[in-house]
């Protein structure tokens, strides 16, 4: 340890020399935070790509592939990042503008909110009330569109693109197969509009995911919801192109902007012979609400009370006015019989086998046998029952996107619930008895500049370093042009609520190198980037 | 020393290692796997829910508290709740120990019936082109990656020929819910035939390695000569002489085998959609499901720590030379 001292008060009055005059000139290093290469190799080369043009515009840069869930704790969790590249998945929910929107909220900036970049701008706050208090659709359009028209300038989070889900499903076994964004061919409308071309009745989907549980009260993942939905009934559907059509309501009337009225279908009944009334809707909202449950929480959130009015009408009281009530938490909250769970009091504690599977769905539920099946059949008793066709949906599970693959060649399944790996496409297309889609997502994959910290505190610098990626070579290269060029957060294939006329920051260096210029950025002799 | 008390020490170091194991588990998965709960972030939840479904699974509580009460709990049999599942650890592991088991059993009887014999052939054929033979093959499948003899088999078997099915256990959909009922059928056997096989080809090079340079040290021996010597024919020598003095390493590689056959081929299972309990891990670490990802490997343990004491029990039995002191 003796050495130490005297070599630092050697070097002490060298650095005191040198230093002042580089660190105040030469702009901060910075680390690009991506995925390792293994979790996904889009994210890994975009990083590369941008990374390689940062670097010629004079910024010192070090691309640091993350682990996923540490790369989202350092995100969300810590905001300890400078830059990041992750993504948001496009539930169905999330094509109601309010999510994606609201992930440049400023009152979602804290520790673990939706907005890790910190983008604080009080005109876009007080829009973002607005829209979500608007009823009429087309006023609340022109409210988002001004929303992304505003925030485009100071670029806080470029949406890097947009990737297809790209599908495939055996076309000599099942037609009218519907395709829907973010959901590809696996949404809930399937098995109510698909047909047999064979014998068989039942579709085959196979897929690596599978539901975490199916308790309705406790499950958190995409996988169990997308699974449960099918055997739930809930008010209100999402069409295809995103509309709310009424399900097991027959009506839904908007009272007052905090008063919503809902009137049931008749006769509708539970799996086991259960009439579903108006006191179950109230119980299920009323059951959800006082169990906490995380995973509906922000859907929940706008709602004060719910009670029932009559047989089969329900009133619902909502604390605020809220436009994407209907369309999210009507769609989302299945109905749940309440003779069965009332006397349940720790939903969240049940054991797998004792997890009530009754709903009143288009299908019922057979099996769940973990990491090998699922079943539904076909509840002739349902409303939808004389338009379906199908007599069941099985699910097979795979431990991963290959087994499926060979699932699919070796007609084990009908189709996949998921996308296909990039190398497969190619051979699926070369099947005689497959057809391929590709589906447009509206969620996207970002990068997200932390305007806490140099230089991305700075919006010149911002709005030069998104004039450097080199966005269509991405898609182009890494997508094989499977996907699209990202503008705003409101993805373009959304296309109610997009906004088509913002800035779109194409690719160039030249503009990017004015743009600092502009600012008063220089470079020096290594033409290394040198601070205003 | 007599028998009982060399039992029980060895016991208690068994319980000791045990021990040693379950708390390096605890502290590493801990330290080394990230938040179970930050994959939550994506599903849209706030901090505030994050930290909701933290407390639920006792991550909010010191470290070593909780290291205190899962060890409580292990003491008592009780593996805790899976964080992925929501459903008791012990419920989801015995099911899939069961099928890892037999997959591996199947493979390893396959490996030893065919390896034994043929390793203790080859060393009566020493030098032949069939001794080169044998031994190149043997070490090709020990070095092919299972991934890839594993999909090659489907691309052929398959996928090309279409004899067997290339995932799962069972042709679905399926009635049978018991243990028994799911693999005393021939469906499941034809599920069974291509991984089995797989592993099968990947484990005979250890026994027929073994064996054959056993064997070769064997014929070294006096009582060989001797037994040449009293004209008995080649074959004879071979089997009932050699053979039986060189099983012992056998012995032993078998055991070890056996042991580490509770966790799986976490690539076969994989490649086959096997539902074992090596993909179960795999799953585990991938969501830092820490109570399912701690108890599969505590299993492992135990496994190779029992297998190892059986082994040196048996050793007393398989050879006179090997005593208690």
């Keep these: ?532 | 020393m007599n028998r009982a008390r060399y039992l029980l020490r060895r016991l208690l170091q068994a319980l000791l290692a045990l021990f040693i194991i379950a708390t390096l588990l605890f502290f590493l998965f801990r330290l080394g796997l990230p938040d179970p709960t930050a994959a939550l972030i994506t599903e849209g939840l706030s901090l505030e829910e994050r930290e909701m479904v933290r407390a639920r699974f006792g991550l909010d509580r010191p470290l070593f508290e909780q290291y205190l009460i899962y060890l409580g709990n292990i003491v008592q049999g009780d593996f805790g709740f899976s964080f992925s599942y929501r459903a008791p650890v012990a419920d989801i592991i015995w099911e899939r120990l069961a099928n890892t088991l037999v997959l591996m059993l199947s493979a390893i009887l396959i490996a030893y019936a065919i390896g034994v014999p043929l390793g203790a052939w080859l060393s009566w054929r020493r030098g032949s082109g069939t001794d080169t033979a044998g031994i190149i093959l043997g070490l090709m499948f020990r070095s092919a990656p299972m991934f890839w003899t594993g999909m090659m088999a489907i691309l052929i078997f398959g996928v090309s020929l279409g004899w067997f099915p290339t995932s799962g256990m069972r042709t679905l959909p399926y009635e049978a819910t018991g243990f028994f009922d799911k693999i005393f059928t021939l469906d499941f056997l034809a599920h069974l035939i291509l991984p089995a096989l797989i592993v099968a080809l990947y484990y005979l090079g250890s026994p027929l390695l073994i064996m054959r340079n056993t064997m070769m040290e064997v014929y070294g021996e006096d009582f060989i000569e001797m037994a040449r010597a009293k004209g008995l024919p080649e074959r004879r020598i071979l089997y009932h002489h050699a053979a039986r003095n060189a099983l012992l390493p056998v012995v032993t590689q078998l055991a070890v085998t056996i042991g580490l056959a509770a966790g799986g081929q976490v690539v076969v299972e994989v490649v086959f959609s096997w539902p074992g309990l090596g993909r179960e891990i795999l799953n585990a670490v991938r969501t830092s499901d820490f109570p399912l990802a701690q108890a599969s490997f505590l299993i492992m343990a135990a496994f190779v720590i029992t297998l190892n004491l059986l082994v040196d029990i048996l050793y007393t039995t398989l050879d006179p030379r090997v005593t208690l002191q």
């Design chain 1, 1 to 532: 340890m003796k050495p130490l001292p005297i070599l630092s008060t050697l070097l002490l009055p060298v650095a005191l020399l040198t230093t002042p005059v580089l660190a105040q000139q030469r702009v901060a290093p910075v680390e690009l935070i991506t995925t390792t290469e293994a979790y996904d190799p889009i994210r890994y080369e975009a990083a590369f790509i941008i990374a390689e043009a940062w670097r010629e515009l004079g910024l010192d840069v070090t691309v640091r592939p993350t682990e996923f869930r540490t790369a989202l704790d350092r995100f969300y969790g810590n905001q300890d990042f400078d830059a990041v590249i992750l993504g948001w998945s496009g539930r169905v929910d999330r094509l109601d503008p309010q999510f994606f929107l609201g992930t440049l909220d400023s009152r979602q900036s804290e520790l673990g909110g939706n907005n890790p970049g910190g983008y604080i701008n009080p005109e876009y706050d007080a829009l973002y009330d607005a829209q979500s208090q608007q009823f009429d659709p087309d006023n609340r359009r022109d409210i988002v569109w001004e929303m992304q028209e505003l925030y485009m300038p100071d670029i806080p989070t470029v949406v890097l693109f947009h990737r297809d889900e790209v599908v495939a499903y055996n076309h000599n076994t099942f037609t009218d197969i519907p395709v829907m964004a973010g959901e590809g061919l696996y949404s809930e409308w399937t098995p109510l509009q698909a047909r047999p071309l064979t014998d068989r009745a039942v579709l085959r989907i196979g897929g690596p995911q599978e539901p975490d549980n199916v308790n309705p009260l406790d499950s958190t993942s995409v996988w169990g919801w997308k699974w449960m939905r099918m055997y739930y009934d809930r008010l209100v559907r999402l069409s295809a192109d995103v509309e709310p059509v009424p399900w097991a309501a027959v009506e839904v009337t908007a009272v007052d902007e905090t008063t919503v009225d809902v009137t049931l279908r008749e006769g509708m009944r539970f799996h086991d012979g259960e009439p579903v009334t108006a006191a179950d809707v109230a119980f299920t909202f009323n059951y959800y609400m006082t169990q906490d449950y995380s995973y509906f929480n922000a859907y929940l959130a706008p709602l004060a009370a719910v009670e029932q009015t009559g047989e089969l009408s329900v009133r619902f009281t909502l604390s605020e006015p809220s436009a994407p009530f209907a369309i999210i938490t009507l769609s989302q909250i299945p109905i749940l019989p309440r003779h069965i769970w009332e006397s349940i009091d720790n939903p969240g504690e049940l054991s797998p086998e004792d997890i009530p599977t009754v709903g009143s769905g288009p299908l019922r539920f057979e099996r769940h046998d973990r990491g090998e099946f699922m079943s539904l059949s076909r509840n002739d008793d349902h409303f939808s029952a004389g338009t379906v066709a199908l007599e069941g949906v099985e699910f097979i599970i795979y431990a991963d996107m290959e087994g499926v693959f060979t699932g699919l060649l070796t007609e084990q399944i009908d189709m996949t619930a998921w996308r296909m790996e990039p190398g497969q496409i190619p051979l699926a297309e070369a099947e005689d008895h497959l057809t391929v889609i590709s589906v447009p997502d509206f969620g996207y994959f970002h990068l997200t500049y932390n305007l806490r910290r140099e230089p991305f505190n700075d919006r010149a610098a911002r709005r030069a370093l998104t004039m450097a990626m080199d966005r269509e070579r991405m898609v182009n290269v890494l997508l094989d042009g499977r996907g699209e060029v990202g503008t705003t957060v409101v993805a373009p294939v959304n296309a109610f609520w997009h906004n088509p006329f913002t800035e779109r920051f194409d690719y160039d260096m030249d503009a990017a190198r004015a743009e600092l210029e502009t600012a008063g950025y220089t470079w020096d002799a290594e033409g290394r980037l040198l601070r205003p």
